[in-house]
């Protein structure tokens, strides 16, 4: 899991990207060579949170080697998950990176954009910024977990080795300033929080027959497209857990009453 908390608005400077509360997270790296790049160019963008998850190899002395001295810091605490989800709970919004356009590909901004939208966030929640195996990039799967994707636009050849996709998008995030305060932006949703509701209202929506129990992920990924927009405060998640849990709880008791009065 991820080792440390965020820091809140006071801490930081609020025009400003907070980067102590950005992490980049590989998930399913195949080449040890690439995490330790990785590494040393978080470490020239002035990020130091490294998460990977599931790696096909994780030698650690070929990652040291390609992160060199500078950036032994970032591999000494960087943070090995078995899943995505487990790698995810902690974080506040999730920034996937994908080269592939369409499908469910939707909501997508370049690093140069993602830079002033996450300042006011960064600054009371933590941010994940997730990049996928160097082969195959991140899948659809992957991508539900995601409040907001970014593209980083190339010429006819899209395909960018792994440590140059953390570094095109960690060096706009180093650059981005703003004389302006940053607006304030209140503790989002948790990844685990989030995980909980989409739970919860796939269970009622299949309850009262308003999707398919066949295939809920058809609508319930509509859903959080949705959501993904707002993006969802902690508070806001409570309250629609709660309103599943009262729509549960009057359908059982209008069954127990149907129960009774047949009894009757």
Known sequence: MPPRTGKTPAD????????????VV???PRFP???????????NMGLNQLVVVAPENCDL??????????ALDVVEQMVVADTLTEALAEFAYVVGTT????????????????????????HQNRVALIFGPEDRGLCNTDLRLCHV???????????????????????ELFRYH?????????????RHELDAMYAA???VLMRISFINPQNPEYFMNNLRHFFSRLPLRAKEVQIIRGICRQIDWYGEKRYRDGLKDQSS
Request: glycine share 6%; net charge positive; aromatic share 4%.
């Open 149 to 171: 994707l970014v593209n980083i636009p190339t010429a006819a050849f899209s395909s960018l080795n792994l440590a140059q996709a953390v570094m095109v998008v960690c060096y």
């Open 178 to 190: 703003s004389d302006k305060p940053g607006e304030f932006s209140p503790r989002l949703a948790n």
């Open 26 to 28: 590989l998930a399913q």
């Open 201 to 203: 209202l796939t269970d």
């Open 12 to 23: 930081a400077d609020q025009g400003r990207i907070n980067l102590d509360n950005i992490a």
């Open 61 to 70: 002395a070929k990652v040291r080697r390609m992160a060199t001295h500078a």
């Open 99 to 122: 080269a592939r356009l369409g499908g469910q590909r939707q909501v997508l901004r370049s690093p140069a954009r993602l830079a002033p939208h996450l300042a006011s966030i960064s």
């Open 33 to 43: 060579e690439n995490i330790g790049a990785a590494a040393r160019a978080m470490c």
